[in-house]
Protein backbone atom coordinates (compact mmCIF):
# COMPACT_ATOMS: atom_id res chain seq x y z
CA UNK A 1 0.00 0.00 0.00
CA UNK A 2 1.76 3.38 -1.04
CA UNK A 3 0.91 5.62 2.22
CA UNK A 4 1.71 8.75 0.35
CA UNK A 5 -1.68 8.34 -2.05
CA UNK A 6 -3.84 10.43 0.07
CA UNK A 7 -1.39 13.75 -0.86
CA UNK A 8 -2.54 13.25 -4.48
CA UNK A 9 -4.52 16.77 -5.30
CA UNK A 10 -4.11 18.03 -1.88
CA UNK A 11 -2.32 21.37 -0.34
CA UNK A 12 0.27 19.65 1.73
CA UNK A 13 0.79 20.45 5.56
CA UNK A 14 4.41 21.23 7.06
CA UNK A 15 5.68 19.67 9.15
CA UNK A 16 7.44 21.22 12.31
CA UNK A 17 11.51 20.90 11.86
CA UNK A 18 12.59 19.72 15.44
CA UNK A 19 16.02 17.89 16.23
CA UNK A 20 14.25 17.30 19.79
CA UNK A 21 11.81 17.81 21.76
CA UNK A 22 12.21 21.35 24.04
CA UNK A 23 10.48 19.05 26.66
CA UNK A 24 9.26 16.27 27.35
CA UNK A 25 5.73 16.60 25.69
CA UNK A 26 5.25 19.36 22.85
CA UNK A 27 2.24 20.49 21.89
CA UNK A 28 1.25 21.29 18.35
CA UNK A 29 -1.39 23.52 18.26
CA UNK A 30 -3.03 23.72 14.24
CA UNK A 31 -6.26 25.62 12.68
CA UNK A 32 -6.40 24.30 9.00
CA UNK A 33 -9.25 25.80 6.93
CA UNK A 34 -9.32 23.58 3.93
CA UNK A 35 -8.81 19.75 3.41
CA UNK A 36 -4.69 18.68 3.56
CA UNK A 37 -2.20 16.21 4.39
CA UNK A 38 1.55 15.74 5.57
CA UNK A 39 3.64 13.72 2.97
CA UNK A 40 5.23 10.50 4.43
CA UNK A 41 7.14 10.87 7.48
CA UNK A 42 8.01 9.74 10.44
CA UNK A 43 9.29 11.40 14.06
CA UNK A 44 11.76 9.73 16.54
CA UNK A 45 9.20 10.11 19.37
CA UNK A 46 5.44 9.38 20.10
CA UNK A 47 2.76 11.32 18.44
CA UNK A 48 -0.86 11.95 19.43
CA UNK A 49 -2.64 12.86 17.02
CA UNK A 50 -5.84 14.72 18.16
CA UNK A 51 -8.08 17.10 17.16
CA UNK A 52 -10.85 18.93 18.90
CA UNK A 53 -13.03 19.55 16.05
CA UNK A 54 -12.53 18.21 12.70
CA UNK A 55 -11.91 14.30 11.63
CA UNK A 56 -8.80 13.02 10.86
CA UNK A 57 -7.36 10.43 9.25
CA UNK A 58 -3.69 8.55 9.51
CA UNK A 59 -2.51 6.27 7.04
CA UNK A 60 0.48 3.84 7.90
CA UNK A 61 1.28 0.37 6.07
CA UNK A 62 -0.74 -1.07 9.40
CA UNK A 63 -3.38 0.22 7.76
CA UNK A 64 -6.15 3.46 7.87
CA UNK A 65 -6.82 4.95 11.36
CA UNK A 66 -9.73 7.34 11.55
CA UNK A 67 -10.51 9.86 14.45
CA UNK A 68 -13.54 11.92 15.43
CA UNK A 69 -12.98 14.88 17.91
CA UNK A 70 -14.00 12.08 20.64
CA UNK A 71 -10.90 9.78 19.31
CA UNK A 72 -7.44 10.58 19.17
CA UNK A 73 -4.75 8.38 17.56
CA UNK A 74 -1.41 7.15 19.03
CA UNK A 75 1.69 6.83 16.22
CA UNK A 76 4.53 5.18 17.44
CA UNK A 77 8.25 6.52 17.04
CA UNK A 78 10.05 5.58 14.19
CA UNK A 79 6.53 4.66 12.12
CA UNK A 80 6.25 6.10 8.83
CA UNK A 81 2.55 7.87 8.51
CA UNK A 82 0.71 10.29 6.26
CA UNK A 83 -1.90 12.64 7.86
CA UNK A 84 -5.33 14.48 6.40
CA UNK A 85 -7.68 16.24 7.86
CA UNK A 86 -11.38 17.26 6.63
CA UNK A 87 -12.00 21.23 6.44
CA UNK A 88 -12.19 23.57 9.14
CA UNK A 89 -9.63 21.13 11.67
CA UNK A 90 -8.69 22.34 14.88
CA UNK A 91 -5.09 20.48 15.83
CA UNK A 92 -4.23 20.10 19.08
CA UNK A 93 -1.68 17.28 18.46
CA UNK A 94 1.41 15.87 21.06
CA UNK A 95 4.55 14.98 20.62
CA UNK A 96 5.80 13.07 23.42
CA UNK A 97 9.63 11.96 24.51
CA UNK A 98 9.63 8.01 24.45
CA UNK A 99 10.82 7.55 27.80
CA UNK A 100 7.90 9.81 29.01
CA UNK A 101 5.53 7.03 27.24
CA UNK A 102 6.96 3.86 26.57
CA UNK A 103 5.35 0.95 25.29
CA UNK A 104 3.67 1.93 22.65
CA UNK A 105 4.01 -0.86 20.41
CA UNK A 106 4.98 -1.04 16.44
CA UNK A 107 1.56 0.04 14.70
CA UNK A 108 -1.15 2.73 15.29
CA UNK A 109 -4.01 2.57 18.20
CA UNK A 110 -7.17 5.04 17.70
CA UNK A 111 -7.80 5.81 22.05
CA UNK A 112 -11.28 6.81 23.15
CA UNK A 113 -10.60 10.77 24.44
CA UNK A 114 -12.49 11.41 28.20
CA UNK A 115 -13.72 14.97 28.81
CA UNK A 116 -10.99 15.25 31.20
CA UNK A 117 -8.39 14.18 28.62
CA UNK A 118 -9.97 16.51 26.08
CA UNK A 119 -9.66 19.47 28.74
CA UNK A 120 -6.30 18.78 29.84
CA UNK A 121 -4.86 18.72 26.07
CA UNK A 122 -6.64 21.99 25.62
CA UNK A 123 -5.29 23.53 28.78
CA UNK A 124 -1.63 21.89 27.78
CA UNK A 125 -1.96 23.31 24.51
CA UNK A 126 -2.24 27.17 25.86
CA UNK A 127 1.42 26.71 27.89
CA UNK A 128 4.50 28.21 26.76
CA UNK A 129 6.97 25.76 24.58
CA UNK A 130 9.27 25.66 27.99
CA UNK A 131 6.72 25.24 30.15
CA UNK A 132 7.76 24.77 33.97
CA UNK A 133 8.50 20.91 34.25
CA UNK A 134 8.23 21.81 38.39
CA UNK A 135 5.82 23.31 38.34
CA UNK A 136 1.67 23.32 37.98
CA UNK A 137 2.07 22.88 33.91
CA UNK A 138 4.56 19.94 34.66
CA UNK A 139 2.31 18.18 36.75
CA UNK A 140 -0.90 18.36 34.42
CA UNK A 141 1.63 17.50 31.24
CA UNK A 142 2.47 14.29 34.00
CA UNK A 143 -1.72 13.77 34.37
CA UNK A 144 -1.89 13.92 30.99
CA UNK A 145 0.52 11.11 30.19
CA UNK A 146 -1.16 9.23 32.72
CA UNK A 147 -4.32 9.76 30.98
CA UNK A 148 -3.00 8.85 27.54
CA UNK A 149 -1.36 5.64 28.70
CA UNK A 150 -4.77 4.29 30.68
CA UNK A 151 -7.38 5.53 27.64
CA UNK A 152 -9.20 2.66 25.96
CA UNK A 153 -7.90 1.19 22.75
CA UNK A 154 -10.87 1.22 19.81
CA UNK A 155 -10.99 -0.46 17.09
CA UNK A 156 -10.97 1.60 14.42
CA UNK A 157 -8.50 0.71 11.71
CA UNK A 158 -9.39 -0.31 8.27
CA UNK A 159 -6.43 -2.50 5.32
CA UNK A 160 -6.30 -0.54 2.31
CA UNK A 161 -10.14 0.91 1.02
CA UNK A 162 -12.32 -1.15 2.91
CA UNK A 163 -15.11 0.49 4.79
CA UNK A 164 -15.56 -0.11 8.50
CA UNK A 165 -18.11 0.85 11.13
CA UNK A 166 -16.28 1.78 14.10
CA UNK A 167 -16.75 2.56 17.76
CA UNK A 168 -20.26 1.88 18.06
CA UNK A 169 -22.70 2.25 15.62
CA UNK A 170 -25.19 4.85 14.88
CA UNK A 171 -28.95 3.76 15.21
CA UNK A 172 -31.48 4.69 13.72
CA UNK A 173 -31.86 7.94 15.31
CA UNK A 174 -29.33 9.46 14.11
CA UNK A 175 -30.74 11.70 11.33
CA UNK A 176 -32.51 13.46 13.93
CA UNK A 177 -28.88 14.22 15.89
CA UNK A 178 -26.77 17.11 14.94
CA UNK A 179 -24.50 15.44 12.42
CA UNK A 180 -20.75 16.33 11.67
CA UNK A 181 -19.99 15.32 8.19
CA UNK A 182 -16.51 15.38 6.60
CA UNK A 183 -14.80 13.65 3.78
CA UNK A 184 -12.15 10.79 4.49
CA UNK A 185 -10.47 9.77 1.29
CA UNK A 186 -13.46 8.02 -0.62
CA UNK A 187 -16.36 7.55 2.34
CA UNK A 188 -18.11 9.83 4.06
CA UNK A 189 -17.40 9.89 7.98
CA UNK A 190 -20.43 10.93 10.04
CA UNK A 191 -19.96 11.76 13.77
CA UNK A 192 -23.72 11.47 14.85
CA UNK A 193 -24.24 12.92 18.13
CA UNK A 194 -26.98 14.16 20.10
CA UNK A 195 -24.56 16.06 22.37
CA UNK A 196 -21.00 17.33 21.76
CA UNK A 197 -18.18 14.41 21.93
CA UNK A 198 -20.67 11.53 22.24
CA UNK A 199 -19.19 8.60 21.29
CA UNK A 200 -21.83 7.27 18.53
CA UNK A 201 -20.44 7.65 14.98
CA UNK A 202 -19.89 5.31 11.46
CA UNK A 203 -18.21 5.23 8.23
CA UNK A 204 -19.82 4.90 4.80
CA UNK A 205 -19.35 5.44 1.49
CA UNK A 206 -20.52 8.62 -0.32
Not at 22 to 41: F, G, K, M
Not at 97 to 109: K, V
Request: charged share 20%.
Amino acid sequence: MNIDETTNGLDQRSIPELAILPRPVYARVEDIAERRATQAHSHPWVQLSYAIRGVLKIRSKGGVFVAPPQMAILIPPKLEHVVENSPGTQMRSLYIATEALPDTGHSCEVLAVSDLLREAIRHFSLFPVEYDETGPQGRLAQVMLDLVAAAPRKRCRYPGRKLPVCGTSAQPSWRRRTRHCSWVSGAKLWACRSAPWSGSFCVRRA
